[in-house]
């Protein structure tokens, strides 16, 4: 195949995540010569509007994610995955004209089966393979893993954000057992090209990153109001609401903002002394790659980050607690043993993204 010149990247809008975690891809990009368009909606495009306002974005529309009040995967969430299934036909329509706008010859979707073209190279990113709608796997995961093995035999290209072998991060997710051209380009953060510096920011004692679709992420920020108020321990929460205007204010020993850029995030993470977090993939990897530990705290019901969660505590310096049992979770028992994290550690990336693209 030809090199690519005009590459259209698009990221899932579940969350923040597969925005955040695309920056190091969208930055070597840049930095090769290329033309890069953006697509999307919501939450993630702003993000990335935030990061790069200078280029050119294309809106393409799928719905908002939607948990349960109680256990995420519910009704609530499986209607969010049929109308997204309707969405696809909008979805490669809307495509198709940005490609003809743009003189789109590439394709860089996030998770987004929708973002294809059979007429030029397309390049699928997940960590995934392997879909679990449960922790111990049954029918419905072994058809949407068969679902979803089929979107990927579509692309040209798929791309695994992990390291293949026993050592990798997403466990059974990303095992390969059915695609021989599957590529692994190792762990991807946003924090990848940044140096860890010193701002003239506050420093906390327990840095709260808040994610996800609601109502579980607000859900769990109220958890954590409730458990940090009061304390002696000097809170920061980060409400992962890139959009929100809200004016906040601080509730006695806890701090609140909405969203930072990436220095300030990477300053607040790496002077805590406590990171709590959910266990959606992204974090992962975005703590990981700084040397940072943290308590992860599941999504309850969803099986992806329960997973991780579990397979993670005890790795890597995670430790892994349920939702209904943070509230009296001994914060001490958390690990607070941070590594040298591996930043600039970019090889498997730049040496896969320079064979594709």
Known sequence: MEASQNILISPLNWGLGHASRIIPVIDYCLKSGKKVVLAGNGASIELLKSKYPDLVFVNIPSPSMHYGAKKAMGFSFYFCVFLMIINLIRERHLTAKAIKAH???????????????????????????????????????????????????????CWIPDIEGESNISGRLSK??????????????????????????NEYDVVCIVSGPEPQRSILEHLLIKKFSGTDKTTLIIRGLPESKEKLTDKGNISFINHCNDQEFLHYINSAEYIVCRSGYSSVMDLIVTGNTALLIPTPGQPEQEYLAEYLSGKF??????????????????????????????????KILDLHL
Not at 133 to 154: A, D, E, M, P
Not at 176 to 201: C, D, H, W
Not at 328 to 347: C, E, P, Q, R, S
């Open 176 to 201: 390969n057992n059915y695609y021989p051209a599957l590529s692994y380009i190792g762990p991807i953060s946003r924090f990848s090209v940044l140096e860890p510096e010193t701002l003239n920011k």
């Open 317 to 350: 310096g995670f430790t892994s607690v349920l939702q209904d049992m943070f509230p009296v979770f001994d914060l001490k028992k958390a690990n607070t043993v941070k590594t040298n994290g591996v930043f600039y550690n970019m090889d498997a990336m730049k």
């Open 103 to 157: 003189k789109i010859d590439t394709i860089i979707s996030d998770n987004r089966p929708g973002v294809f073209s059979r007429k030029i190279k397309s390049i699928y990113i997940t960590h995934q393979v392997n879909v679990f709608c449960s922790l111990k796997g049954g029918f419905f995961s072994s058809l949407y893993t068969k679902i979803h093995r089929q979107i990927i035999n579509v692309y040209n290209y």
